[in-house]
Each structure stands twice: as structure tokens, then as C-alpha cells.
């Protein structure tokens, strides 16, 4: 069955520092992968989108990267800053076209 | 500019009472609308989606139902809840025709406790 895996625990980093969360997923090729952000007790809110022919899209101080053959996408935040501080979601479509959330990996960003 | 409702924010029910929780979309016309259920620590699972008026699909088996009588109006439902129901509930909409490159808009989302 198709598995999206982000890691549980949280991620704790220095302010200023770059954050790096990782997707992995499987048994299955996604055309595209999103990644959300979620503050506590609020619905997520859309970050960056890329496709599976794009290796790398950057937003601000973010950066996603994309590797189909890894089964691999990769979020950084650079320059982190303590308002950074969420759970951050990946989110791939699967087979008909509707997006399936991973758990979400919570960042914390300590001044 | 579009706006996403979604009522109560939160909600504490007994087992078998029933559930109306209710989302409203503005500024779009025809837009794909979804139900989704977070529990604690857990990722987002995709309940029902709809396309239009009447038009519902499914995705898990449940004890929920979902209706849209309107355009931009999605109701869930349940006629009797079960503890299991508990979890926090997002109402998202999208742009009409799923698309590669269409992203989510979520609801601030309704924390329901059955108890």
C-alpha cells in the first residue's frame, strides 16, 4: 500500500540554522509533492508545490527538493527563525489525483 | 478575495448524539471541496470530496456522511457518533478539475470530543 513516512519527532535547531525535513514515501510514483505548514490548532496552509521533472524549487528562504528515485523530498528552511516554528507536512498525490498527507514533523526553532 | 468558514471551532458531543459541522467557501464559484480528519500526532486523512451540488465521494468507509447543497457549501454529518469519531475536522477547498498544479485552502478546522 502507499506509505508517506516523515519523521515523528520533532526537529529542534539553533535560530539561524538550516532546518531540513525529510518525505520519503512508497509504492508509488507521484506526479507531484506539496508541502504545508500547520501552526497548532489550525488548518494548514500551502507552501511550495513541485513537480516530478523538477529537482529543486525555492521560495524566500525555503527549498524543496525532489528525488523520484529516492522516493525522497527534502524541505529546507534556511536562516531558521523561532516564527518558523510548526509541523510542516508533505503532501504527494496519489493515484487519482488527491493529495495524501504525511504525519508531519514538527519544528522547533530556539533563539 | 476567497474565504473559507468552517463552524464550531470546537465541539464536545456525547457517543450517539448526532454531528452537523458546516463549511461555507466565498469568492469562487464551483470550487472542489473536502472533508478531512486529523487525530493527535497523526497526518490528515481525506474523508469525502465533492466536484459539485449532489456530487460526493468517499473515500474511507465510515460512520460520517457529507452533503453539499449548495455550491459552495459542505455539511458532515454523522446520526450517531462513536468515540472513535473524536479528532480535528478540516473543511479545504480547491479550484474546480483536479489539477497538478492546484493547492489546498483549509478551514481553520472544528475539534470534536466525543465523550
Known amino acids: 500500500s502507499q506509505k508517506i513516512e516523515q519523521n515523528s519527532e520533532a526537529l529542534n535547531i539553533q535560530e539561524g540554522k538550516t532546518a531540513t525535513l525529510t518525505c520519503n514515501y512508497t509504492?508509488?510514483?507521484?506526479?507531484?509533492l506539496q508541502w504545508y505548514r500547520q501552526d497548532p490548532g489550525r488548518g494548514p496552509v500551502f507552501l511550495l508545490l513541485?513537480?516530478?521533472?523538477?529537482k529543486e524549487k525555492r521560495k524566500e528562504r525555503l527549498k524543496v527538493t525532489f528525488d523520484t528515485t529516492l522516493k525522497q523530498s527534502l524541505f529546507h528552511i534556511t536562516a531558521s527563525q523561532p516564527a518558523d516554528s510548526a509541523t510542516y507536512l508533505c503532501?504527494?498525490?496519489?493515484?487519482?489525483?488527491?493529495?495524501?498527507f504525511g504525519g508531519g514533523t514538527r519544528l522547533m526553532v530556539k533563539p | 478575495s476567497q474565504t473559507i468558514h468552517q463552524w464550531p471551532a470546537t465541539l464536545v458531543q456525547p457517543v450517539g448524539s448526532p454531528l452537523s459541522l458546516e463549511c461555507t467557501v466565498e469568492?469562487?464559484?464551483?470550487?472542489?471541496l473536502y472533508w478531512y480528519r486529523q487525530a493527535a500526532g497523526r497526518g490528515l486523512q481525506l474523508l469525502f470530496y465533492?466536484?459539485?451540488?449532489?456530487?460526493i465521494s468517499s473515500e474511507v468507509p465510515q460512520n460520517l456522511s457529507a452533503s453539499r447543497p449548495q455550491d459552495r457549501q459542505f455539511i458532515l454529518s454523522s446520526k450517531k457518533l462513536l468515540l472513535s469519531d473524536s479528532g480535528f475536522y478540516l473543511c479545504?477547498?480547491?479550484?474546480?478539475?483536479?489539477?497538478?498544479?492546484?493547492?489546498?485552502?483549509f478551514g481553520s478546522g472544528t475539534q470534536l470530543s466525543v465523550l
Open positions: 479545504a477547498w480547491s479550484r474546480a478539475q483536479i489539477a497538478a498544479n492546484e493547492k489546498l485552502f
Open positions: 509504492n508509488y510514483s507521484p506526479a507531484y
Open positions: 513541485i513537480r516530478e521533472n523538477e
Open positions: 503532501a504527494p498525490n496519489n493515484a487519482g489525483n488527491m493529495l495524501t
Open positions: 469568492g469562487t464559484s464551483n470550487p472542489n
Open positions: 465533492s466536484v459539485g451540488i449532489g456530487q
